[in-house]
């Protein structure tokens, strides 16, 4: 009985101590991120300039703080904090009147960014354009389509 006692004291004494071993591993910043700048462009008093990222590593989460902030502030600029494994475009972007520098992990990436071939579009309205041209060919299609057809009933009628 001695025995199982002793086991199960060490069980709890290694469960009890394995959060702690992970809170100071989520404290360091990961090594397998990279921050990525991908264009910029003027927009008025304003830089309009389009970020991504490259995991290396596992998806991991890491919430806006030291490892994960823009400076200067407000830390907090719309920037992911779950982060797929391999490299991510057009994930988000940030108007800044002047530099800016997103750090993640141990890197950093520094406004402005190469100057863009075209306007961006807002992350928000990105890949909707696909979606748009099928919505807009299928209404024309059907509104020609209900017309033929009315005009085909009222003409064999």
């Known amino acids: 009985m001695g025995a199982g006692v002793t ?16 809170a100071g591993r ?3 910043p990961p090594a397998s991120l990279t921050p990525i700048i991908e264009c910029s462009v003027a927009h008025g008093s304003a830089t ?7 995991n290396s590593g596992p998806a991991l989460t890491l919430g806006v703080g030291p490892s994960n902030a823009f400076s200067p502030g407000p830390a ?3 920037q992911p904090t779950a982060f ?3 490299t991510k475009i057009n994930v988000f972007s940030v108007d800044a009147p002047g530099q800016v520098t997103w750090t993640l992990g141990g890197a950093q990436a520094r406004t402005p960014g190469p ?3 075209a306007t961006p579009a807002s992350t928000t309205l990105a890949g909707w354009g696909p979606i748009a041209a099928v919505v807009i060919v299928t209404l024309v299609l059907g509104t020609l389509l ?5 005009r085909l ?3 064999g009628a």
């Open 153 to 155: 009933r009222t003409v």
């Open 76 to 78: 907090d600029r719309g």
């Open 7 to 22: 086991g199960a004291a060490l069980l709890t004494a290694v469960l009890s101590a394995a959060p702690a071993l992970a």
């Open 84 to 86: 797929a494994s391999g």
């Open 26 to 28: 989520r404290g360091q």
């Open 115 to 117: 100057s863009c071939a």
């Open 48 to 54: 309009h300039s389009l970020f991504g990222y490259e």
């Open 146 to 150: 209900f017309w033929r057809t009315r």
